[in-house]
């Protein structure tokens, strides 16, 4: 019998991709399968840089790689032929593609036949498919209609409707991915997606952080640092309500969005744990953030570690401080962030569009506010903070027992080994 040989693909590694690949691997830990990661590592972020992934360099069953390595270009990201020679040359009997929207120029070439098809089993993890269902921007999550407030609109619509078929994301999932069987299940983290098309869709529950495990002495110092540095902010800022911003700051996130908040709101202050932006994501910003950041630490009013946070003692600490999650987001999918917080019952206020606003809406977590609209953010901030929020606690936690490491394990061995649940 041929043991089962899973690769998972993920030419990028900055952000969730070496959580989501970590937390993959500790899933099919018990499991007698072997494991390849192909990861996209660079110079500028290497396995070095990946404390998440670095432990599983010594763990039997699994080899960690460089795509690069595979690569005639030398390019983190293969080409489909690429691909295809790396899955035969290991034997891979299942591929999951971490950011399966990353590989859509490849998955065309395939089914067109300008590429040679892949090997075994091949299943991906894709984030942009709400303008295919339930037919919103899958950026910033506003509706996308036929019909608009202006005729010339309407009618430019339309006409992409009918001669631009073919560039929709309803015709390249349903016949590109799924028509041309380019992969063999489609994995979204949209529940609504799911329940609408079904099988070959899977709902996934979403990976907020790997599962804890022992300290090092160097994280248990760390930890005693940071609390120091915390209990002594906050201790400067008595009577200011803490709100925190949990990882890299970055424009999906809405980190200048964030930083605007707490400077036309003087009764908060902020912590943010995480990397600071690059020159890059500084570009994208709407708002002056170095002039902000400036302002809020004259003030007193801003905590910074300028540091990845993979420490799950850190992680609750900073979660714990706050009384609600406000998420600036204007990324409107799901958020690892908004899932931590409902880990330890936190109430949640996001933005009103998307998957995330449809989550806080449905299933009674928190509030919501107009997309990107600071004021309103700040009215509904107050009105909640002003409330009982112990009423969101039971609901938060019932939730969130469908991202719960246990449902996670479930997930990927049902899919990746066609294990019972």
Not at 55 to 77: F, I, W
Not at 140 to 168: D, E, H, W
Not at 275 to 301: N, P, S
Not at 302 to 315: C, M, Q, S
Request: with cysteine; hydrophobic share 40%.
């Amino acid at each position: 019998m041929t043991m089962n040989r899973i690769l998972l693909y993920s030419p990028d590694v900055v952000g969730h991709p070496r959580v989501y690949c970590r937390v993959i691997a500790d899933a099919l830990a018990a499991s007698t399968c072997e494991l390849v990661m192909a990861m996209g590592f660079t110079e500028a972020v290497g396995l070095a840089h990946s404390p998440d992934i670095e432990p599983l360099v010594t763990r039997e069953r699994v080899r960690v790689l460089g795509t690069r390595e595979y690569s005639a270009s030398g390019k983190p990201h293969l080409t489909a032929e690429e691909l295809a020679t790396l899955q035969r040359t290991l034997s891979i009997t299942t591929t999951l593609f971490i950011e399966a929207d990353k590989s859509n120029a490849e998955f065309t070439r395939i089914a067109t036949g300008a590429a040679p098809r892949l090997h075994g089993r091949n299943l991906g993890i894709f984030s942009n498919a709400a303008e295919w269902y339930p037919g919103e921007d899958s950026f910033t999550g506003l509706p996308r209609r036929i019909l608009a407030p202006k005729l010339r609109t309407t009618l430019g619509n339309i006409k992409r409707a009918v001669f631009q078929y073919r560039q929709s994301r309803k015709y390249f999932y349903e016949k590109v991915i799924l028509g041309a069987r380019v992969l063999d299940e489609i994995l979204v983290k949209d529940e609504r997606l799911a329940d609408w098309y079904g099988p070959p869709v899977y709902w996934m529950p979403e990976i907020s952080r790997p599962v804890p495990g022992p300290e090092t002495p160097a994280e248990a110092q760390e930890v005693l640092l940071r609390e120091g540095e915390l209990r002594a902010f906050l201790a400067n800022n008595t009577g200011r309500e803490p709100v925190l911003y949990f990882g890299d700051a970055a424009y999906y996130k809405g980190y200048d969005l964030f930083l605007q908040f707490i400077a036309s709101t003087p009764s908060t202050c902020a912590i943010h744990p995480g990397r600071t932006y690059d020159l890059q994501q500084r570009g994208y910003f709407q708002y002056d953030v170095e002039a902000l950041r400036t302002q809020l630490k004259k003030e007193g009013r801003l905590y910074e570690t300028n540091d990845y946070v993979h420490i799950h003692r850190l992680k609750e600490l900073y979660f714990r401080v706050v009384r609600l999650y406000i998420t600036t987001h204007r990324l409107a999918l799901s958020s690892s962030t908004v899932i931590q917080a409902l880990e330890l019952g936190k109430p949640v206020l996001v933005p009103d569009r998307g998957l995330l606003g449809h989550r806080v809406r449905t299933n009674q977590l928190g509030g919501v506010y107009a997309y990107e609209n600071l004021n309103d953010l700040r009215v509904k901030a107050e009105a909640l903070w002003r409330s009982d929020l112990d009423r969101f606690t039971a609901t938060a936690l019932s939730f969130w027992q469908r991202f719960s490491d246990e449902s996670i394990q479930a997930f990927f061995r049902q899919r990746l080994l066609g294990l019972p649940g």
